[in-house]
């Protein structure tokens, strides 16, 4: 790939079409034929390499947690044993690259002038060596270190380990009542009373039970498969209403009721426990705290 883009740009210097063209295919070889531009590439393509399995895995749209953590474990160990085994190596692999492609590399022992700069105007006076060494191999490693203790800190390993007590795929392996309570306890305090905290041990009881003896269970693999099968039954009872509300809001005398307010009417009609407690005074103060009206309300 390198030495077809180089390729690439040889052909527009020698026949662009403008002199523009010629000297922005001119500049973009000179980046490319640079020892430090050469690093880079070597140093994002080992720290991808690395990170890539994880990174598939959080993209997934069905995600297996258990893997998930392990992979972050995984990966924070390998760019550790990169950061401080593996320098050397990686050097060694660079000046081999632009040896062979006759690209010029700087002597790792003088001083380091940032390209274009002179020497006396920076505040350092590194070597080259400990330039690539510090200021980039370092440090991108280090970015991504951290990136990783942030995103996946104590507390949300935590929360990601105890919602696996909730994935169906392992057929009950992960399934722990008591993790289940404890994330209630820990992550959602305030959504759960008291009394539904003790109800929820017993219901998890049942569940445990039935999830060993359902075949329908046994065949879920996501959590949003499992919400979705422990709410079908309630799913399909709203919809049922709903077209039963459908054959008493639209009659034949009001066939020709536009979308929007025959909407609105069969939200009202389907939510009669809701809309009972909604007074009608309040609905004339939010219709005339719309816009102004001729007369009074």
Request: proline share 1%.
């Amino acid at each position: 790939m390198f030495s077809a883009t180089c390729s690439i740009f040889h052909k527009l210097i020698d026949e662009g079409d403008t002199s523009a063209e010629r000297a922005q295919a001119t500049t973009a070889l000179d980046t490319m034929t640079y020892f430090e531009f050469i690093f880079i590439l070597h140093l994002m393509n080992k720290v991808l390499e690395l990170s890539n399995l994880l990174s598939q895995a959080l993209q997934r749209k069905s995600q297996d947690i258990i893997n998930s953590l392990y992979l972050v474990e995984t990966t924070k160990t390998l760019l550790l044993k990169l950061r401080n085994d593996e320098w050397d190596s990686l050097l060694s692999e660079v000046i081999l690259f632009c040896e062979r492609r006759n690209i010029e590399v700087p002597d790792m022992n003088s001083i380091y002038i940032e390209r274009g700069g002179r020497a006396r105007r920076q505040h350092d006076q590194n070597t080259v060596e400990v330039h690539y060494r510090r200021n980039l191999f370092y440090a991108a490693i280090d970015v991504q270190l951290q990136e990783l203790s942030y995103r996946f800190n104590e507390k949300s390993v935590e929360l990601l380990t105890l919602s696996c007590a909730l994935e169906p795929r392992s057929s009950g392996q992960h399934f722990k009542i008591d993790d289940i309570c404890n994330l209630v306890n820990k992550f959602y305090p305030e959504d759960f009373t008291d009394v539904e905290k003790e109800e929820l041990k017993v219901q998890l009881c049942h569940y445990e039970v039935e999830l060993s003896r359902h075949e329908d269970l046994k065949k879920l693999s996501t959590i949003s498969e499992l919400n979705f099968f422990l709410t079908l039954l309630v799913s399909t009872a709203s919809a049922e209403r709903a077209f039963s509300a459908m054959n008493i809001v639209k009659t034949t005398k009001r066939n020709k009721m536009e979308a929007d307010f025959f909407e609105s009417c069969l939200l009202i009609n389907i939510e009669r426990a809701i809309a009972k407690n909604i007074s009608i005074s309040s609905i004339i103060d939010t219709f005339k705290d719309l816009k102004e009206h001729r007369a009074l309300l």
